[in-house]
């Protein structure tokens, strides 16, 4: 019972902690970190201690794992080589300048009274323990204040695979204390761990894509895919192969992730991805809490040590300081030796704003604090190097952690923009609204119901012209047709939801038929809340942004940006005939105005199918994009 009271308490603070970091405007993290720290004093909480095999074997797996699945591989393989650069070049870098620092301040031979000092195997053990950063500390920062994707990517895919760097480097440095090793053996030891891992990640993830692509039962499939990160983990672990688990996880994560698609049903991804976003929540914010709870024992232990307080303070200082610095010491000149040597990467270089603050976004986290407790207990000075590592762990997240919203914003750097979002959506939705007509047209014959095949247009179409009216409004407010059919059916909803629960209540049928009924309606109803939420504010003036460039489209290089309308009153189709519209665009050919696809009478598309002029302007106030006819490209 005890232990039961004990894990809804961590549960019910974690939850509080995070709905009030919302509440409040600050990180999660950095909140449950001081949470804890508070928590640890207070007499009628019990002493917490993370072990190494909870954390890399219980918590590092799943937590990888719901990264991985949610990371683009095609974007992780446009960064590979800053990625690669931070996740490995730049661990071992930290590492051995950590190293270096605290064998120069806590090791060396032993004093006049005989007093042990930090041989130089556990001063690397130690810089190999605070080397990687952490990646739900630095995603969840840099989501919350807006950075670029393409940061938010790099430091993703650095987190993704620097725990397996430094992992191999804490394991070559303990192997050491028996051994000399040599340059050979390092990298044999290192080779061993990234290929085995690398490989043992793909003959996972393949028999697992072979089996999930039998599963159709959204249950089995998701049970499958939680136990997947484990399956990988112990794998790649066990003594026979000794390569590296975590690296294993990833690879298995990534390749199933971009596989999702093909290999599950949709009703397994909903599953899936719901199941772990809970999982992701509970694990990650834990950790954090778990995190502070540790300074209480570890200060306690750390009173027992037989070194100084004024050497443990400017150890600790020494390390920090060399652990901060260390980042943009390598990010800098590297980017830039590889600009010269390599050329400009494909995505194109990241600007000098960008690379400042991938090199202050170095938050440590729980495998730094789960790591160091790997070292042997005869570690000497463990006691202090523990305390280090935590030092590292609390004073990046809310050194670091709390000054990179100011960073970012006085780098300037623009955050994801709703209107280009909107408008990439809206373009996709329409090409694959396209290619469902053209599969449609090939598959229909004459025995189909005519009412059948007009309605599935208009299912297909509507979905893409909901992304369109997102776009902009006039200044004077009015319900979209989207909007007012999500109003409407809503209404519906609720009162066909009362009608199920009223049979229910009365016993009269199945209550495993009123179940699939009411799931059917919950299906129905979540979709409608997607569409809501990913309104941006219905049409707020987010969406009113500069268009993206389009892509190699010789109408839209050729056309105007501007072009002075026939008349700026309205649809001038619609402004004869007296009928109302819903967006208004202008071809830049001539001048016509007329309304959109989601107007009752779609005049600027009837205009272009007269008249062939391939480009339109957005005609609604504050908006600038353009939209070519003839190969379906914003620009």
Not at 20 to 31: D, E, T, W
Not at 529 to 541: I, T
Not at 604 to 627: D, L, T
Request: charged residues 20%.
């Amino acid at each position: 019972m005890e232990i039961a009271i004990e894990i809804v308490a961590l549960v019910a603070v974690v939850a509080a902690g995070a709905a009030l970091a919302r509440r409040i405007g600050v990180s999660a993290p950095l909140l449950l970190v001081v949470i804890g720290v508070a928590a640890s004093y207070l007499p009628f909480v019990p002493r917490v201690e993370l072990s190494h095999e909870v954390v890399l074997v219980g918590f590092l797996p799943p937590l990888l794992y719901s990264a991985a699945i949610r990371t683009s591989l095609v974007d992780f393989s446009q960064h590979r080589r800053s990625i690669g650069t931070l996740s490995v070049g730049l661990i071992v870098f930290t590492a051995a300048g950590v190293g270096l620092v605290a064998y120069w301040l806590l090791g060396g031979p032993a004093e006049a009274d005989g007093q042990e000092r930090l041989p130089l195997w556990a001063a690397f053990a130690l810089g190999a323990v605070v080397a990687p950063p952490d990646a739900v500390a630095a995603t969840a920062i840099a989501r919350k204040v807006g950075l670029p994707r393409r940061i938010v990517t790099i430091l993703e895919g650095e987190s993704l695979l620097n725990d397996a760097t430094a992992l191999v480097c804490l394991r070559t440095a303990i192997g050491a204390a028996l051994i000399t090793p040599t340059f050979l053996h390092v990298s044999m030891d290192f080779l061993r761990a990234a290929g085995g891992g690398l490989l043992v990640g793909l003959v996972v993830a393949f028999v697992l894509a072979k089996i999930r692509a039998r599963f159709t039962d959204p249950v089995l499939d998701t049970t499958l895919s939680l136990t997947a990160p484990f399956i990988a983990y112990v794998a790649a672990e066990n003594h026979y192969v000794h390569a590296s688990g975590v690296l294993a996880v990833v690879v298995t994560g990534l390749l199933l992730g971009h596989k999702a698609p093909v290999i599950q049903s949709a009703a397994s991804r909903i599953s899936e991805r719901t199941n772990w976003r809970t999982f992701q929540f509970l694990l990650e914010n834990t950790v954090f809490l778990l995190i502070g709870l540790q300074t209480r024992w570890i200060l306690d232990d750390l009173s027992r040590s037989p070194l100084s307080t004024g050497t443990i303070a400017l150890a600790t200082v020494g390390v920090f300081l060399t652990v901060v610095l260390l980042r943009p010491i390598w990010v800098f000149p590297v980017t830039l030796l590889s600009r010269r040597t390599l050329g400009r990467s494909r995505p194109g270089p990241v600007s000098w704003q960008g690379l400042t603050v991938l090199s202050w976004a170095g938050m440590r986290g729980v495998v730094t604090l789960a790591a160091v407790f790997v070292l042997p207990q005869d570690t000497p000075h463990r006691e202090v190097l523990v305390f280090i590592a935590l030092a590292v762990t609390a004073g990046t997240l809310l050194l670091q952690g709390s000054t990179l919203p100011w960073l970012v914003r006085r780098m300037q750097l623009p955050g994801p923009d709703p209107a280009e979002d909107a408008l990439q959506e809206a373009a996709v939705l329409q090409g694959a609204h396209r290619a469902g007509e053209e599969e449609l047209a090939r598959l229909v014959t004459d025995k189909d119901p005519v009412e059948v095949v007009d309605l599935l247009r208009q299912r297909g179409e509507a979905r893409a012209l909901a992304a369109w009216e997102r776009l902009g409004r006039p200044e004077t407010e009015y319900e979209t047709p989207s909007e007012a059919y999500r109003r409407l059916r809503m209404a519906m909803l609720k009162a066909e939801r009362s009608h199920i629960l009223k049979v229910r209540d009365e016993g009269l049928v199945a209550d495993e038929v009123l179940q699939r009924a009411q799931i059917a309606l919950d299906i129905e109803e979540s979709i409608l809340d997607r569409s809501a939420s990913d309104d941006v504010g219905g049409q707020s003036d987010d969406l009113r942004g500069p268009a993206p460039a389009g892509g190699p489209c010789r109408h839209l290089a050729d056309a105007p940006l501007v072009r002075t309308p026939n008349t700026p009153d309205g649809c001038e189709e619609c402004l004869a005939d007296g009928s109302s519209w819903v967006h208004l665009r202008m071809c830049l050919d001539c001048g016509h105005v007329g309304c959109c696809d989601s107007s009752p009478n779609r005049h600027a598309s009837k205009h272009f199918a007269g008249s062939e002029h391939p480009v339109m302007r957005s005609f609604e106030p504050g908006e600038n994009w353009r939209w070519c006819f003839v190969d379906e490209t914003l620009g």
